[in-house]
């Protein structure tokens, strides 16, 4: 009868430790935020997390910085008219074909259509065609498939020069529409 008990007990401490030694300890669980903030579970240890998250963060950095410069570059590209015209030259239509590509791929943003024009003429007649060429930009776009709700347009005629000269060199450069994008 002991030796019964003796053999259970030494089968039991035996078997035990193999128990015990068959399974190992799982790694330390770590939460980690992933590029899109969400927390997410992975076996690294807390050092390597660390770096990962501060990779995930660089990377938005990244691309925030790119496309802050893809924003700037799209609203420094002005298109230019002739004198007393509204339609778009052939080199505009470049332009705009462009930002008519931008804009699909981005549609977060909303643009603004500013039309202006030089010295020229009465103050009346300027905030006109100022109009007439924010709208000829828009409805260009529109026909590259942007959609009309998202640009606008507004006229500022002569009030705002990009040159304040009085030559021709001065009025060409005032005769333009620029780009103003927002979220």
Not at 140 to 145: E, F, H, R, V, W
């Amino acid at each position: 009868m002991f030796a019964k008990r003796l053999f259970n007990a030494v089968f039991c401490l035996i078997l035990g430790v193999a128990l015990l030694s068959t399974v190992s300890c799982a790694k330390k669980q770590v939460a980690v935020s992933d590029a899109t903030g969400e927390a997410v579970k992975s076996g690294m240890t807390d050092d390597s997390a660390a770096r990962e998250a501060e990779r995930a963060r660089m990377m938005e950095l990244e691309k925030a910085q790119r496309m802050a410069q893809q924003v700037e570059a799209f609203q420094n590209e002005r298109i230019y008219f002739d004198f007393d015209r509204s339609d778009l030259r052939s080199e505009a239509k470049v332009i705009l074909q462009k930002k008519a590509e931008w804009l699909r791929a981005n549609t977060e943003y909303r643009l603004v259509v500013e039309g202006h024009c030089d010295e020229r003429g009465t103050s009346e007649y300027n905030l006109a065609l100022g109009d007439r060429r924010a709208n000829t930009t828009k409805d260009y776009l529109m026909a590259l498939g942007v959609d009309d709700m998202r640009i606008s347009t507004i006229s500022y005629g002569e009030e705002k020069p990009l040159d304040p000269g009085h030559s021709e060199e001065a009025w060409s450069m005032n005769r333009r529409a620029e780009f103003r994008l927002n979220k």
